[in-house]
């Protein structure tokens, strides 16, 4: 039994879905590429990003924190590297490519800020709250800036790739925090920590506190919630259970052929 | 086992590339051999029919010719007249002008003979990025095309100002533009007709500065075989007998809708383009109403 249990532990910590960004790089790249439909640690994914578009990303990115996720930003960030301004044409969604640029390097970053030593006794909850912290700090330099982002994943032609991207990030997060339950909560479990990522996000936008203390505990606060919740459906669906399986035996007790 | 049941659909509903090229191996034909039998080395396609490569220069320039002054009768019977909208916003996704700079952008309109294009970056430049200073050479092969582009453009304010020049050229090689030299290249219903499409591809390599960008609005290829069909029976049926009537010249618009037929499709350009040493961006090209026409775009990388 528990050898079974491991194994397919293993299984899900090396293989996971490919995420949005693996195949975006695909089609970017136009180089044909062997493709994979889950994620291994054996086989490294490809950058996100072709290299010069990857170039004009990143400069632009620096010019965030004084344009805004803006055409302005990406004109200047094309200038840096030595580009034209013609050559923003190479973003056909404009500035939600820059948007998207940011959300998918933090991302792909989260691995490499937040490391859990082997012996160590954090539970799961207290993971996913380092590693969602985590992620929110990464946007402190352009968080004054993020509403204006938030204007543009709103946006109808916007809104599938910016859930997507949420999607991708609430799967990395609980995928680096260790989670392995291959039962219903792992749909369950996504979804809420996707809502409690970006209700925290919008509340930093307009967190003045120092070194967004706030943030901190409005995080800590609404993971508490969602465990709360989670907690009682889960208590209640056992009461549930337990008096069902009660009624069945009073009822067989009494002589009815149950 | 049930993961890949259950992960394979999801992974590639959010992996367009993956489900297009996948759609693609099941509606691809080979109903548009790009070499007609006979034809070789030494000849092109002019239409349906196979002449010399020497000789196609000079039919594609009586055609031209022909339809000079009734060149935006024609464009209108081959699309219904949307293409009055694919220009536009072909020339506002461009965006050409720039807002803080102290030289504006250097742009050449090839096969742009009766202005549209040009003078629509220019106006674009002027009004929405208040950048006087961007300028835009014509060039076309076709010296009645360019007369009527004259004609026109001496009704819009850049007639005589030095922001709009022309220039009579082949595209596949201009030697009077030097390399590295321009921010912008631009041909809107043009290099369909072109003997080598190839070679004025690179062409448009050799004159863009790197970081510049080459923009291609063609006619193209519908994406959808319902709609394919009604769009085929339209084009062959219809408008060349609407050019008999109308200009009473059937062979010319026999030729256009023929040309269309022949161009590659979207993504056979767009690995023409590639092979000539441009990126692309996205998916490489967007298709306009269906793909009756679409944009294709490169960039020079540096």
């Known amino acids: 039994m528990s050898t079974v249990s491991l194994s397919s532990a293993t299984l899900l910590r090396a293989f996971r879905p490919a995420s949005n960004a693996g195949c ?56 840096d590297a030595g580009y034209l301004e013609v050559s923003v044409q190479l973003f056909p969604r404009g500035v939600f490519d820059l948007v998207n640029y ?14 859990f030593s082997e012996g160590t ?4 909850g207290a993971k996913v709250k380092a590693l969602a912290l985590a992620r929110l700090r990464a946007n402190a330099d352009i968080i004054h800036q993020w509403q204006g982002a938030l204007g ?9 790739a910016s859930l997507g991207e949420l999607n991708a990030l609430s799967d990395e997060i609980w995928y680096l925090a260790g989670d392995t339950a291959v039962d219903f909560s792992w749909y369950t479990k996504r979804g809420s920590l996707a809502a409690v990522y970006a209700s925290t996000e919008t509340f930093m936008t307009t967190d003045n506190s120092k070194d967004f203390t706030a943030t901190a505990e409005f995080l800590d606060r609404r993971l508490k919630d969602a465990q709360g919740v989670g907690g009682t459906v889960g208590g209640l669906t056992q009461y549930m259970g337990f008096w069902a399986g009660n009624s069945v035996n009073l009822a067989r007790s009494f002589g009815m052929k149950i | 086992m049930l993961r890949s049941l259950v992960w394979r659909p999801l992974a590639l509903r959010h992996c367009k590339g993956a489900t297009k090229t996948a759609q693609k191996a099941f509606t691809t034909s080979t109903l548009r051999p790009q070499q007609l039998p006979g034809e070789d080395e030494q000849t092109t396609h002019f239409g349906f029919s196979t002449v010399p490569a020497a000789q196609k220069e000079a039919k594609v320039g ?5 339809v000079a002054s009734s060149y935006d009768t024609m464009n209108d019977l081959m699309s219904l007249g949307i293409h009055r909208l694919w220009k536009d916003y072909f020339v506002r996704s461009l965006n050409p002008g720039s807002r803080n700079s102290e030289k504006g952008w250097n742009i050449l309109d090839v096969a742009g003979g009766t202005g549209d294009i040009a003078f629509g970056m220019l106006d674009h430049a002027t009004n929405v990025n ?13 010296p009645d095309m360019l007369a009527e582009g004259r004609r026109r453009a ?3 304010p850049y007639g005589n100002s030095k922001r709009l020049s022309f220039m009579q050229a082949n595209a596949e090689s201009m030697p009077s533009i030097e390399s590295n030299s321009l921010d912008l290249y631009t041909v809107a219903f043009g290099i369909r007709n072109f003997t080598n499409k190839d070679a004025a591809i690179r062409e448009a390599f050799r004159v863009l500065k790197p970081g510049g960008v080459f923009a291609c609005l063609e006619f193209s290829h519908v994406d959808s075989a319902l709609f394919n069909a009604v769009y085929k029976r339209w084009s062959f049926g219809a408008i060349p007998l609407i050019g008999q009537l109308v200009t009473g010249d059937r062979d010319s618009y026999q030729y256009l809708v023929e040309s269309i037929e022949r161009f590659p499709t979207q993504e056979e350009f767009k690995a023409m383009i590639e092979d000539a040493g441009f990126v692309t961006p996205g998916a490489g090209y967007e298709n306009l109403t269906g793909g009756i026409a679409s944009i294709h775009r490169g960039i020079k990388p540096i």
């Open chain 1, 24 to 79: 975006r790089g695909r089609v970017r790249n136009h180089v044909p590429r062997l493709r994979r439909t889950y994620y291994s640690i054996y086989h490294p994914e490809p950058a996100p990003y072709a290299e010069t578009q990857d170039r004009i990303l990143s400069a632009a990115i620096k010019r965030v924190p004084e344009h805004g996720f803006s055409e302005e930003a990406l004109v200047r960030g094309a200038k």
């Open chain 1, 102 to 115: 940011h959300m998918v390097t933090q991302r792909l970053a989260l691995k490499d800020k937040v490391h």
């Open chain 1, 121 to 124: 006794t954090l539970g799961l």
């Open chain 1, 152 to 160: 543009y994943m709103s946006l109808l032609e916007n809104i599938p």
């Open chain 2, 62 to 66: 009586a055609v031209f010719s022909s």
């Open chain 2, 130 to 142: 208040l950048d006087l200073k961007t300028k835009v050479t014509i060039a076309d092969i076709n």
């Open chain 2, 154 to 156: 001496l009704e819009t």
